[in-house]
C-alpha cells in the first residue's frame, strides 16, 4: 500500500513539473493539437468522397450516408448531379487536401514554437535551480553529468510532448473514427481488421517495460562519459604535463566502447520490435486485401467500399504504429524526466525564517564547532577562536587540517548543524543571517582561483554589473597585477581561456584577489591566494591590503610565514584542533610546530625528513 501510495505521489510530482515546464507554450501546444485533430478528420474525409464517387455518383448505389450528409448533397443536386459534374467531387478532395495541408502547416508552426519554448523554460529553471543548489551538491555530482541532464535529458523530454503527446489526439481520432467507419462499410472484415490490435499494444507495453532499465542505463553513462571528456578538455594541461594523453586516450575509448555497446544492444532489442510489429502489420493488411476482394466477389461489398476500407485500414494501422513508438519513447522520457528531476526535487538554499540582515563589520566568533563532511570522519574538533573586528588573523596548518573548512563554514557554503557549535558576526548567529547578505559583505579568495572565459576587465569586474574600468584598475595595483596586465597587447581586453589557462598561477591569483578587492567588504579571506607569487610581490599585496583596507577583518591561510607574520593574531591548526594561538613574536619562539616552519623557511634551522 505504501508503495503504491508513494508511485502515486511521485506520478503527481511528475505531471505537477511537467506542467509547470509548458508554462508559456500551453497555448501553442493547444493549437497544434486542435491542428492534428483536424488532420485527422481531413484523413476521414477524403476516402468517403472517394467511395461516394464510385458508388453513388458513378455506379448509381444506393447511397448509404447519415441524414446531414444526404441533406447537403440533394441540396447541391444529389448524386445524379454529382456523376454528371465529377468535377465537383474532384474539387471536395482538392478543399479537404487543402484543409489538411493548411492544418499541417499550423501543426508544425506552433508545436516547433511550443517546443523551443518548453526547452527554453526547462534550461531556465534547471539553470536557476542548480545556482541556488547547495555548495556540498555540487561536490558530489559531476560537472558533465549535470550538463547532461541539462540538455540531453531536456531534448529527449521535449521530443516525446512535442512528437508523441501532440499527436495523441489525432490518433484517437484516426483509432476511432476508422472503426466506425469500417464498421459502417463491413462488420466481419472490421473484425479482422482489429484482430491484431490487442497483440500490438500488449506487445509494446511489453516490450516498454522491459527497454526502460536499458535506456536508463545508457542516459547514465552518457553523463559519465560527458563528465569524462568534460574533466579531461578543462585539465588538458595537467594531462599534457604528466605525459597522460594515452592513459586518458585509453580510458575514454574504453567506457566510450562500453556507452557505444549499449546503444548496439538497444538497438537490437528495438530492430526486434520494429520488425515484429512490421510482420504484424503486414499480416494484417494482408488478410484485408484478400478477405476484402473475396467478399467484393461474393457481393457483400461494394468497389467503392472495398477501396474506402483499405484507406482506412491503413490510417488504422498508422495510430497503431504510433502507440508502439510513443511507448518505446515514452520510457526514454521517464528516464529523462527522472534524472531532470533528481536535480528539481534537491532542496535550494534556504535562509532560516526571520533571517536579518546583520552588521558584518563586528566580531566574528567560533564557539565549540566541530565539523565532518557527508560519510567522512570529523575534521574539526571543538574549534573555539575569536577574531577581533578590523584585526588580521593568520591560520597555518598542514593539508587537512581544517583551514580551508574554517572559512567554509563561515561563508556559509557548507551548513553547520547546532549540535555542531556555532558562528556568530557581531554576536549574531551566521544561521540567522541572510545568505545572499552574509555573502556580499565575505570576500573570499579560494584555494584554487577560477576564472571565466572573457577578458581580464570582465574577470576582475564579474562582482558588480555597474562596475567601472577605474574601479578594476585601482584593485588590479592593489594586487600588484596592473604592470603585468598594461605590458600585454591588449591590456585588460587580454582574453582569458577557459579557467584562466592562458595566464600563469601567480597571474590568476592576482587577478582572484583583484576581483576581490573590488568589493571592498568588511571581512575578507585569503585561501592560500599568494602561494604562487613570489616573496616581493606577498610583501607588495600585503602592504597594499594594510593601506586600502585598515578596518576590515582580514583573514589569511597560508603555508609561508612571511605572508602571516604581520597578523595581529596566528593560529596552528592541526588535525581539526587549535594547537597554537598569538602573534609572530610570540610563537616563533614557543618551540612548537610554528617555530620549526619558522626556522626551516627563515634558514636557521634544519628541515626533518618525513
Not at 541556488?132 to 510532448?161: A, V, Y
Not at 554589473?465 to 574601479?471: G, L, N, R
Not at 589557462?501 to 592576482?510: D, E
Request: aromatic residues 8%; glycine residues 8%.
Amino acid at each position: 500500500m505504501k508503495k503504491e501510495n508513494q508511485k502515486k505521489k511521485e506520478r503527481k510530482e511528475t505531471v505537477s513539473l511537467i506542467w509547470g515546464f509548458l508554462k508559456g507554450s500551453r497555448l501553442f501546444f493547444a493549437v497544434s493539437i486542435i491542428s492534428a485533430a483536424l488532420m485527422a478528420l481531413a484523413d476521414m474525409i477524403s476516402p468517403q468522397i472517394i467511395r461516394a464517387a464510385v458508388d453513388n455518383a458513378i455506379g448509381g448505389n444506393k447511397p448509404e450516408f447519415p441524414k446531414f450528409v444526404m441533406s447537403f448533397v440533394n441540396r447541391i443536386g444529389g448524386f445524379e448531379y454529382l456523376g454528371k459534374n465529377l468535377h465537383v467531387m474532384a474539387l471536395a478532395v482538392v478543399v479537404v487536401a487543402a484543409v489538411k495541408v493548411l492544418s499541417q502547416y499550423a501543426f508544425r508552426v506552433f508545436n516547433a514554437k511550443g517546443s523551443e519554448t518548453l526547452v527554453k523554460n526547462m534550461r531556465d529553471t534547471l539553470y536557476s535551480h542548480i545556482e541556488r543548489l547547495p555548495f556540498s551538491w555540487h561536490m558530489k555530482n559531476k560537472t558533465g553529468d549535470i550538463i547532461q541532464r541539462c540538455t540531453s535529458d531536456i531534448e529527449t523530454l521535449k521530443r516525446f510532448i512535442s512528437e508523441q503527446m501532440t499527436s495523441i489526439f489525432r490518433i484517437v481520432i484516426l483509432l476511432v473514427l476508422s472503426v466506425v467507419f469500417m464498421l459502417s462499410m463491413n462488420i466481419p472484415l472490421t473484425l479482422i481488421a482489429v484482430i491484431p490490435m490487442p497483440i500490438i499494444i500488449l506487445y509494446s507495453m511489453y516490450f516498454h517495460k522491459n527497454i526502460r532499465k536499458g535506456f536508463r542505463e545508457c542516459d547514465e553513462n552518457e553523463g559519465k562519459l560527458s563528465a569524462m571528456a568534460q574533466e579531461n578538455l578543462t585539465g588538458v594541461r595537467v594531462v599534457r604535463a604528466f605525459g597522460r594523453e594515452s592513459f586518458e586516450k585509453e580510458r575514454f575509448e574504453k567506457h566510450n566502447e562500453f556507452y557505444t555497446g549499449l546503444w548496439v544492444r538497444m538497438a537490437k532489442l528495438m530492430s526486434r520490435f520494429w520488425a515484429t510489429l512490421d510482420v504484424l502489420s503486414g499480416l494484417q493488411i494482408m488478410l484485408i486485401i484478400v478477405f476484402g476482394a473475396v467478399f467484393c466477389i461474393k457481393g457483400q461489398m461494394t468497389s467503392g467500399e472495398y477501396i474506402a476500407f483499405i484507406s482506412y485500414n491503413a490510417l488504422l494501422v498508422w495510430p497503431i504504429r504510433m502507440l508502439g513508438r510513443m511507448l518505446s519513447e515514452m520510457s526514454k522520457a521517464q528516464v529523462a524526466i527522472e534524472r531532470i528531476k533528481y536535480i528539481t526535487d534537491t532542496e535550494e538554499e534556504k535562509d532560516k525564517k526571520g533571517a536579518v540582515c546583520a552588521d558584518m563589520s563586528g566580531d566574528i566568533e567560533f564557539k565549540n564547532v566541530s565539523f565532518a563532511y557527508e560519510g567522512c570522519p570529523e575534521i574539526l574538533h571543538d574549534i573555539n577562536l575569536k577574531i577581533k573586528s578590523g584585526t588580521t588573523l593568520g591560520i597555518l596548518g598542514g593539508t587537512g587540517s581544517g583551514k580551508t573548512t574554517l572559512m567554509l563554514l563561515l561563508d556559509k557554503l557548507y551548513g553547520l548543524a547546532p549540535e555542531m557549535g556555532q558562528i556568530t558576526v557581531g554576536g549574531v548567529d551566521i544561521a540567522d543571517i541572510k545568505t545572499e547578505h552574509l555573502r556580499k559583505n565575505i570576500g573570499i579568495v579560494l584555494q584554487e582561483p577560477y576564472l571565466f572565459s572573457g577578458t581580464i576587465l570582465q574577470n576582475i569586474g564579474i562582482t558588480s554589473e555597474s562596475i567601472d574600468k577605474e574601479t578594476v584598475e585601482n584593485a588590479a595595483k592593489a594586487a600588484c597585477l596592473d604592470e603585468t596586465v598594461k605590458n600585454f597587447a591588449s591590456g585588460y581586453e587580454t582574453f582569458v581561456g577557459e579557467r584562466g589557462i592562458t595566464l600563469s598561477g601567480g597571474q590568476k591569483q592576482r587577478c582572484a584577489i583583484a576581483r576581490v578587492l573590488t568589493k571592498k567588504t568588511p571581512i575578507m579571506i585569503f585561501d592560500d591566494s599568494l602561494s604562487a607569487v613570489d616573496t616581493e610581490t606577498d610583501a607588495k599585496i600585503r602592504a597594499s591590503l594594510e593601506a586600502l583596507f585598515g578596518e576590515a577583518t582580514i583573514i589569511i591561510i597560508s603555508h609561508r610565514i612571511t605572508t602571516l607574520s604581520k597578523a595581529d593574531n596566528i593560529i596552528v591548526l592541526d588535525k581539526g584542533r587549535i594547537i597554537e594561538e598569538g602573534p609572530h613574536e610570540k610563537l616563533k619562539s614557543a618551540g612548537g610546530i610554528y617555530q620549526k616552519i619558522y626556522e626551516i623557511q627563515s634558514g636557521t634551522g634544519e628541515e626533518v625528513p618525513a
